[in-house]
């Protein structure tokens, strides 16, 4: 979260809350709204933000691909581990851009194929059972960039073991 570029006042959109662990880790100054897909999910967050306090978070049901918010409605959109998980991530990349304020960021924290053409192999080989259990293994990150028409300013591994991207781009015109 430290690498995130949220100030105090920021209007923040987190892509994919699911149970709403990330949701207790933004400053409490600013106004975080989460979406995801599962209204499970959403509930769990729901339940987690009201035992810990936490009012400037907002919760609604939405697709990631088809974002209900207005042009440029938020300074950074978030995406924890989603990317892989939805059906069209192009399109999601596209409408997370779109709801990006201009000089706002648009963050990206996900697994995608190994550098390593021997673990990139195994992912690939893998990719055909991991979509079974909701994710792809094999998200080519070079050509994820490549569609999505978006030039990032940062790509940096993160987590333990270093399996994880945080990709973070910056929204510098009103065009996507």
Known sequence: MERIPIEPDSEVLEVGVGSGINA?????ECSVVGIDFSASMLSKAARRL???GRSNVKLRKMDAADLVFEDESFDVVYA???ISVVSDPIKVIQEMYRVCRVGGHVVVLNHFLSQNRILARA?????????????R???????????SGFEPISIEKVNFPRLWSLVIFRKDSSEA
């Open 137 to 147: 293994a094999d998200l080519d990150l070079p050509k994820f960039i490549q569609l």
């Open 24 to 28: 207790l880790l933004y400053p409490s």
């Open 80 to 82: 924890p581990y989603v």
């Open 50 to 52: 009201e035992r810990h």
């Open 123 to 135: 992912e690939r080989l893998m990719s055909p059972l991991t979509v079974h259990i909701g994710f």
